[in-house]
């Protein structure tokens, strides 16, 4: 069956199936580059991790957010840090690819993530040589703009909605580059304590966002759509 959340905002509702919420929105792209939306979870004192892992902050509703958005997506596009710490598969979506932005390239090819094909690097001209697909983009780092504006050179198909998966870095990166539509935070209730990182770290600037939608389960989690203030 398929889940189903209680909306607060815009107007309140129950039994709102997340596949909706999440499916239905328009994500009509910005000139010369997809719509980009980040979906992260978040515990109540703001951090993503626990135990160095984002696992313990989620629940099942959690999960078919993030499973609704990718459905959403015609991409899924990640940091390197997180693939080496969360295990990365490849998605249910047959097809869909996942890019792993990496300057080093030290990641796990033999992983389910690159064995299955799903997998392929994002990397900057200066990168090693790997036997894995790579799109090089940028000469000491990633650019941002450039790999949005080029990523459907490896998907093989014109990619209109990227969905980026973490971590705080990348997320950083993408808001400094302005190149973020759209953030779907998912609040756990609990207080995670420790050091784990905000959503977004090392960003410089700043972005103003408007509420799209604000969902509860009956568990307490909150999940939020926001979208970029033009
Ligand atoms: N709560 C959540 O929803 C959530 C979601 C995702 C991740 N997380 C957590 O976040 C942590 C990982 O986050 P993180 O911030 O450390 O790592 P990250 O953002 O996943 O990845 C950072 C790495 O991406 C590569 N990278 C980033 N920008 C680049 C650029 N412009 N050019 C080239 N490469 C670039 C570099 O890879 P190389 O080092 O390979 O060069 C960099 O070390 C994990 O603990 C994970 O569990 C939580």
New binding site residues.
Partial sequence: MDRTLRRLHPEPAADVRIADAYGDPDRSPPPGRPWVMIT???SVDGA??MN???GP?GNASDTAVLSATRAAADLVV?????VR??RYGPPKTPGQRVGV??????LDMSGPLFSSGAGFLIM?ESGPHLDVPTLRV?DA??DAAAMLSRVHELVGRPVGVVQV??????NG?LVDAGCVDEFNLTLAPRIAGGAG?RAV?GAGTSADLDLAHLLVDDGGFVFSRWTTRR
């Fill in positions: 992260m979870v978040a993503t991790t160095g892992a984002s902050l990640v940091g390197a840090g997180t710490t969360e932005v990496t300057s080093g390239g030290s900057p940028g780092s990633v998966e973490g971590g705080p870095t990348l990166w990182p770290v």
